[in-house]
């Protein structure tokens, strides 16, 4: 892939309207954005993800985040330069990390480089807290020598459940409930299947809830609510994924209601940090119902309006 290098130079501290911003972006973050799935990865979407390494070549190699590409420097060792791309600035999202940056006001490669990109792009340029060192720590599973991923190997990227509380609350699909690397790679301990399938009995070593429910307006998901808050709140030493069979609307249900109780937040908080980490998700209408429910249990009256179009 060839370079262009840019004119400004990434010494610079003030930007001109036309500039994106600089955001901050958490490692949990990052991870969930990797793992965003339809029926195939997103990743696999021409502008879904432009995610940068402004380390050096030597570290780059030793080991980076997967489909990350090392960002260059002109023949001055100055400048950072821009991958070449007429839809450079249509990314949904760009990132740039480097060892370890914490803040946006420090002075470093992904800072640096995270200037330069915002010269050309529309979406704010995300710089990731803690880089390379933290997010590896938590995610080593997603380290990579990888340099060059052909299209087919995007397309048969198998994504992992999201992350909906750190280290600790994860939202996934039958796939993910029954796979043994995945469960290891985020050390669950505990799972709560909302699936009219039977569970995996190979699965035994996993504390289990299974709640027989089928995806239907009319199945009262209700009255397992306070069942799921015990059993996750009884887990506080060990990693829970809930799955359903796509990982739609069943098991962001049970999500949603724990977070209510959890966090004791209104329908609409709970349902927008769930929507943050999961893009696809959606309860059925029935559930939306039963959740404005459960909100009057939690919070003493209904708050969310569930006519809002986005319910």
Known sequence: MTSHPVTISASVTTYSSKMAKLTLCKPTELYNILNQATKFSRLAEPNYLCLLDARSKREYNEGHIITARRTKKDQYDKNFMFPESTELDCFTYFIVYDGHTNSLDEEGPAIECARVMAQVCRLPVMV????????????????????????????????????????????????????????????????IKVSMNPVNV????????????????????????PNVCTFIDSQKNSAVLVVSDLGISRSSTVLIAYLMHYRKCTLKEAWEDVLKCKMNMRPNRGFVVQLSEWEKTIMGHHITDISDPKF
Not at 183 to 188: E, P, Y
């Open 128 to 191: 990731l807290k803690g880089g390379y060192e933290l997010f590896s720590a938590h995610y080593h599973f997603f380290r990579s020598q990888k340099v060059f991923w052909m299209p087919q190997e995007i397309d048969d990227f198998k994504p992992h459940p999201v992350e909906i509380i750190p280290c600790f609350l994860y939202l996934g699909d039958a796939r993910h409930g029954n796979d043994l690397h995945i469960l290891k790679d985020l050390k669950i301990k505990s799972q």
């Open 202 to 225: 190979s699965l035994e070593n996993v504390h289990m809830l299974h709640i027989p429910t089928t995806d239907s307006n009319d199945s009262d998901l209700l009255q397992f609510f």
